[in-house]
């Protein structure tokens, strides 16, 4: 939904942006499922010097960037997870 949304801020019609962000979430799905390389390594092999995945990784991974939520998103998913395992003891 935010890759859609920020393609259509790009300029895109909704349906490109949408087939776009489908396709690359597939995609790098795909990958990572098919490839035993680590997430780590695929990223590094398909992140051309100065090319348009490296911008958009820079983007993604400033302070906090994307790490930062990923983070923040799953310990509040645990958290949660953690009170409604109490709730249904109690």
């Known amino acids: 939904e935010a890759?859609?949304?920020?393609?259509?801020a790009a300029g895109l019609d909704e349906?490109?942006?949408s087939k776009l962000?489908?396709?690359?979430?597939i995609g790098a799905g795909?990958?990572?499922d098919q490839d035993p390389r680590?997430?780590?390594d695929l990223r590094v092999a398909v992140t051309s010097p100065g090319g348009t995945t490296?911008?958009?990784?820079?983007?993604?991974t400033g302070d906090p960037?994307?790490?930062g939520a990923v983070r923040a998103a799953v310990r509040a998913a645990a958290t949660r997870s953690r009170e409604m395992a109490?709730?249904?003891e109690a």
Request: charged share 15%.
């Open 21 to 25: 962000a489908r396709a690359t979430v």
């Open 15 to 17: 349906d490109m942006a």
């Open 54 to 60: 490296q911008a958009g990784l820079e983007a993604l």
């Open 38 to 40: 680590s997430a780590r």
């Open 65 to 67: 960037g994307l790490p």
């Open 3 to 8: 890759l859609c949304a920020a393609g259509m």
């Open 30 to 32: 795909a990958l990572l």
């Open 86 to 88: 109490t709730e249904i």
